[in-house]
Structure formats: structure tokens, C-alpha cells
């Protein structure tokens, strides 16, 4: 791909770090942000990935294709300068569309603020952009087939292996940033090496998931509405659907391994995965004649979160995105929070600290206790999205936010509001005031001071003062 010169925007002069050489290990889409962020700031930037480009081959495999990019994800295209673009890929989702066992669907906003809202974007799409434009600038460049097999971070080396030839070969360079995912190879050699104090943590849900479709009519319209992540909720798993550009909807399973009637390990043949549709979402069934084909040919999956610290050694290594912290799928932030990630290492950046290690440093110190939150809210929303949304007091808080934040829109925001719309906030500042005002409306309703239907300037404030209340007993407790 021909590359074009790009003004280099101003760094500082500290230490001459503009001109030295980071390599990036992993190519998706944390990593692609971030070689374009660090080549618009001159940095000589070479990156590793161990797929084939998925430019040129189709590695989809039936994995999570479909994303939720919101406020956060912007933030960073912003940063870049390609915001534009990423719109373009985009198709706007105003609310859950929740489908119950007849078929029968009620759309519920998530937000009383009409120009608030998620989208659906293809993985694929998106990170494809993002190696466009990092490919650009003439001081990156993009290695595909090449898997890190370990990291000497005492070195600061790293081994490859390139999948064509089997040859194996080391590169250095000044820096090493590993954007490699949930299995990072540099995760790896941090706790293999023992060199230092490294923690770190693996828990995973009963649950694993499995990526179906539904195909676009043959004029290419969609079969169910466009504007929505559909979710059909059960009590202990769910199916939800994510609109695509061409028409179709990706699909997602989220089931128990081997727990309920139905589970993974007996879903065997075509007649039980059949009579299981048929019994939990007859709607979905209909407009999917493809399902057997997707069922059996897509792998299933499983869902974890990941935790550690140090997310780096000495000044020369750091974990970026899920690599320091995979979280599961539930709030549809993933993606959202490793673009943050490199909208905060940004910010740290431009600090000009005295070396590496001071900017790798302070970068985990701001970043670590927000990417902890997410990982705790996701799990939150799993049980919210397969179960809670169904109950009729759930309903009866979530119709009582929308009307606050449609009257009161600079005085009440909800958790959800909080996490996806107000990214100028940390996840653990939405987390904590979330959660409070969570509990506070469901103890007013429950006691009966509040109503859905009462005076809302009245229901605010008691909302407000209950809040306070809840956070205040919470930093008393030390859990602020």
C-alpha cells in the first residue's frame, strides 16, 4: 500500500523520544489505534501481527464481528482526525428491542436524550480504517503472519515466529507495547519470567456463546427492526442481535456450558437445537432458515475477565487493551474502553515526563481503577440484559430514568448514562454514583416514596438526597 507523509504533531522534547522505536505487538483494533496515534506523533512505529491482513482474507470464524461503539470508542477517533469515517460504518441502535417467548417486542431507549446512542460496527470494517490510516505515515509499518512467541522484557526483544516460512527471528526496539489480546504473549512471559511481583487473575462465566446470523431478506432489507440491539432474555441465558450495513443481523448465543435443560454440552444434534429455538425464540427461529448451518460450523466460545499489575516493567514494556484487561461483552464497552486507553496514554504523553517508566506509570495509576470498574460493571450487565429487564420493577425504574433524564438532562444521568454517553467521566465515578442511584430508586420505590407517576422535580430530589446518602455510607465504609 503506497504511504503518504502526514504532518508530525508536536511531542515535546523530552528525552527525544519522537524519535525512537516502538514496536507493538498485535495489529487489531487497539493496536492499529494505537500505531496511527503514535505515527501522527512521529514515532517510528513497527507492529506484529500474527493473523493473515484482514484486508485480503476473511478471519472473521464466527467471533464476535459485531461491536457497540459509543461515546468513548468517538473520543479516540476524534483524537485521530477520523471520526467521519467511523460514522459511516456505523448504524445507529436507540434501545433494546426485548422479545418474549410470543414474539411480542417492546423497544426500551437508552436514554431519555434523543441524540444519545450506541452503534453497530463491524469489527472487520473498522479495524480495516484503522490499518488504512495507520499505514499512511511513512514511519509505521504492519508485519501480518508473524506470532510473538515470547517477550525478554530485561532485553527488550521479542521472538516471532513467521507462520509461512516457520522461521523464527527477534526484534528489538526502545519500547514494546503488547496490544495482543486476552492471550498476550507478553502477559505471558511477565508471569513465566518471575523477575518481578506480577498478579493476575482468569475468572470465567459459566457461560460461553456462540455467533449465528440472520440474513438479509432477498431485496436486501432487514427482517426485524434496524434500529436496536435485539435481546431475547430468559432468566439464565439469552440470544441478542446486532444490525450489519448489508442487511443481515449477527446473532450471539449466550448460554450455560452444561447447566438448564438446554446447555452446550447437549445441544448435539439438529432436533434438539431446533426444539430449543422453537421452545425460547420462536420469533428469531423464523427469520433464521441458516441456523443449523451457524450452529454447527461456528465454534462456541468462552467468556472471561482478566485482570493484572503491573501492566508494565521498568520502562520498556506495557500491556495496552485486553491484554492488561479483557472484560466480557456485556456493557459493550470493550472495544469502547481500549480506545479510551489510548485517549489516556495520549493524555500521559503529553505530560512530557522525564522517561518511559514515569509515563508508563502514571499512565497505569489514572487508567487501572476505570478498567477495574468496567470488568465489575459488565458482569453487572449480563445478569441485567439475560434476567432484570423483564421484572416489572426494573421496568418501572428504567421508565421513571428515561422521564428524569428527558426533564432533567444536565441533573440526572443513569448508570448506563453514566458508562456509555458521559465520557468525560471515568468508569469508576459512573460505577460508584451508578450504583448508588441504582439502589436509591429501587429502595424509594420500593418504600413507596417515589412513584413513576408523581411529581418528577420532588421524585429528583429525593432520588438525590437518597444518593448522597448511599455514597457517603459507602466512603465511610471504604468503599470509595
Known amino acids: 500500500m503506497e504511504k503518504q507523509t502526514k504532518k508530525v504533531l508536536s511531542f515535546g522534547k523530552d528525552l527525544g523520544k519522537a524519535h525512537q522505536n516502538i514496536l507493538i505487538i498485535g495489529a487489531g483494533l487497539c493496536g492499529s489505534l494505537l500505531a496511527l496515534r ?3 506523533r512521529g514515532y517510528n512505529v513497527s507492529v ?12 472473521s470464524a464466527g467471533r464476535s464481528i459485531n461491536l457497540a461503539f459509543s461515546n468513548r470508542g468517538n473520543k479516540a477517533m476524534k483524537l485521530v482526525g477520523i471520526e467521519d469515517k467511523v460514522k459511516a460504518l456505523c448504524i445507529p441502535m436507540n434501545g433494546r428491542m426485548i422479545h418474549d417467548k410470543k414474539g411480542n417486542t417492546s423497544l426500551s431507549n437508552y436514554s431519555g436524550q434523543d441524540y444519545e446512542y450506541i452503534n453497530s460496527i463491524a469489527r472487520g470494517d473498522l479495524n480495516a480504517l484503522l490499518l488504512d490510516e495507520a499505514e499512511k505515515h511513512e514511519n509505521v509499518n504492519i508485519y501480518f503472519n508473524k ?3 515470547s517477550v525478554d522484557f530485561e532485553k527488550t526483544t521479542a521472538l516471532f515466529q513467521d507462520y509461512q516460512t516457520k522461521h523464527e527471528f527477534i526484534e528489538d526496539a526502545d519500547v514494546i507495547i503488547a496490544t495482543d489480546g486476552a492471550g498476550s504473549a507478553m502477559r505471558k512471559s ?8 506480577f498478579s493476575f487473575s482468569q475468572d470465567y462465566l459459566t457461560h460461553g456463546y456462540k455467533e449465528l446470523s440472520i440474513l438479509p431478506k432477498a431485496n436486501g432489507d432487514y427482517k426485524a427492526y434496524k434500529n436496536a ?36 454440552n447437549n445441544l448435539t444434534t439438529e432436533v434438539l437445537v431446533l426444539e430449543f429455538f422453537q421452545k425460547e425464540f420462536p420469533d428469531a427461529l423464523a427469520i433464521m432458515p441458516n441456523l443449523i448451518d451457524d450452529f454447527f460450523k461456528n465454534p462456541t466460545a468462552p467468556l472471561g475477565t482478566i485482570k493484572c499489575s503491573p501492566w508494565h516493567y521498568k520502562g520498556n514494556t506495557l500491556l495496552m487493551g485486553d491484554a492488561a484487561h479483557a472484560i466480557v461483552p456485556f456493557y459493550g464497552q470493550g472495544m469502547n474502553a481500549s480506545f479510551e486507553d489510548v485517549v489516556e496514554f495520549d493524555n500521559v504523553l503529553d505530560q512530557n515526563l522525564e522517561s518511559w517508566e514515569a509515563t508508563f506509570t502514571a499512565y497505569e495509576r489514572a487508567r487501572k481503577k476505570d478498567t477495574d470498574a468496567i470488568a465489575d460493571l459488565a458482569i453487572d450487565n449480563f445478569h ?6 423483564v421484572h416489572p420493577v426494573f421496568q418501572e425504574k428504567r421508565k421513571l430514568e428515561m422521564a428524569l433524564e428527558k426533564e ?14 458521559n465520557e468525560d467521566i471515568g468508569y469508576q465515578e459512573a460505577m460508584l454514583k451508578g450504583r448508588a442511584q441504582d439502589k436509591a430508586i429501587l429502595n424509594l420505590l420500593s418504600d413507596k416514596l417515589i412513584t413513576v407517576d408523581g411529581d418528577l422535580k420532588t421524585t429528583l430530589e429525593k432520588i438525590k438526597q437518597e444518593t448522597n446518602a448511599i455514597l457517603e455510607d459507602d466512603r465511610i465504609a471504604g468503599l470509595k
Open 38 to 40: 503514535l505515527g501522527q
Open 48 to 59: 506484529y501481527e500474527m493473523r493473515p491482513d484482514l484486508r485480503k482474507v476473511d478471519i
Open 147 to 149: 506470532k510473538c512467541k
Open 190 to 197: 511477565y508471569y513465566l519470567g518471575k523477575k518481578f511481583l
Open 229 to 264: 440491539l435485539h435481546i431475547w432474555p430468559r432468566g439464565s441465558f439469552m440470544l441478542i442481535a446486532l444490525p450489519n450495513l448489508d442487511g443481515s443481523f449477527t446473532v450471539t448465543l449466550f448460554l450455560s456450558y452444561d447447566e438448564g435443560e438446554y446447555n452446550f
Open 384 to 389: 441485567e440484559m439475560k434476567d432484570h429487564v
Open 408 to 421: 432533567f438532562p444536565k441533573e440526572y444521568a443513569s448508570k448506563y448514562s453514566l458508562v456509555t454517553f
